[in-house]
């Protein structure tokens, strides 16, 4: 049976609600929960942006959830830093996270003052931060220098299982790329047709693990305002790549989006009032090979939303 997981959004609420709302999903029936690690929001409106390591040893400890995090090594965050922290969590917590691992976004790395490389060396720096997280995640003492540099580092508290690497990717070719080193794949929903070939180009590489969906979701009572939610809270996100990766505030991203209209959004955003046409979508998701979806209801009021959810939904797709 697959997955159903919660995201959850630190970039819409603060850390101390957000940690009441993943308990409530954990009581309500979700089997997971993840969230990204971002230091600004896509937008002034959502307001939020918790340190998301700190969040999750209290989220940990405070559910039986299992939890996942995405997060970007080689600027903000030196590899050894990374490998610290998840083998901390995964001593503590064994088998209960895994770690997404991206070439990262300027909205979250330029607050080092280091210039935002092009793709193709983030992308670089990435694999050869695996690499390091890898062999420190074993017990290594770690020397390497590249395009990052390490210097005779050792996690002394090595997990005895370490946490997977996920590879979070958006397009066909990453997701191929990703075969050669992530122990799963993350995406969020896009066009059938495109899921579908980056899960074959994943698999057709030698990719063999978990492939995971995160799906932007905006459900009310009403069709009105559940567009207005979608609106309000997620039209600075309909932009595609190189766009995200490299604006870097929420005051750019409100710029961009100020004109981005419903047709838009909707594109984004799977925005209805049915639970039953809501769960239509989650199927047909499911049905294309994923083996775990996070749900991310993209208002900051959870709470309706996961009783709705988890009384119409969950039962249904289960």
């Excluded at 090595?158 to 075969?179: S, Y």
């Excluded at 899960?199 to 978990?210: I, K, Q, V």
Aim: with cysteine.
């Amino acid at each position: 049976m697959a997955i159903l997981g919660f995201h959850a959004s630190h970039e819409q609420i603060s850390p101390s609600r957000l940690l009441e709302d993943v308990v409530l999903a954990e009581q309500a029936g979700f089997d997971a929960a993840m969230c990204s690690d971002h230091i600004e929001p896509w937008s002034e409106r959502q307001g939020h942006s918790g340190f998301a390591w700190s969040w999750l040893g209290s989220a940990l400890a405070r559910t039986e959830l299992r939890f996942g995090v995405v997060t970007a090594p080689g600027q903000r965050y030196h590899p050894a830093i990374l490998a610290h922290a998840s083998a901390t969590l995964a001593d503590m917590y064994p088998g209960r996270l895994w770690v997404a691992l991206g070439s990262g976004e300027n909205m979250n790395e330029h607050i080092t003052g280091e210039a935002w490389p092009p793709k193709d060396v983030r992308q670089r720096r990435l694999e050869e931060c695996v690499s390091v997280i890898r062999r420190l995640h074993s017990g290594e003492e770690v020397t390497h220098r590249g395009l990052v540099t390490v210097e005779r580092a050792r996690i002394w508290d090595a997990p005895a299982t370490p946490p997977p690497l996920i590879a979070p990717a958006v397009t066909i070719d990453t997701a191929r790329r990703a075969a050669v080193w992530a122990d799963g794949l993350v995406t969020i929903n896009q066009p059938h047709e495109h899921l579908r070939n980056m899960l074959s180009a994943y698999r057709d590489a030698g990719g063999t693990g978990t492939a995971t969906l995160q799906v932007h979701l905006s459900w009310a009572p009403t069709e009105s305002k559940a567009i207005g939610i979608a609106m309000d809270q997620w039209k600075n996100n309909t932009f595609a790549p190189p766009v995200p990766w490299d604006l870097p505030t929420a005051a750019y991203f409100d710029a961009v989006g100020r004109d981005v209209g419903e047709e838009s959004v909707r594109t984004s955003v799977n925005v209805s009032a049915s639970t039953g046409e809501h769960a239509q979508w989650l199927q047909e998701y499911l049905e294309l090979g994923f083996d775990e979806i996070y749900l991310h209801f993209v208002g900051q009021d959870q709470q309706p939303f996961i009783e709705a959810f988890a009384a119409k939904v969950l039962p249904e797709l289960r």
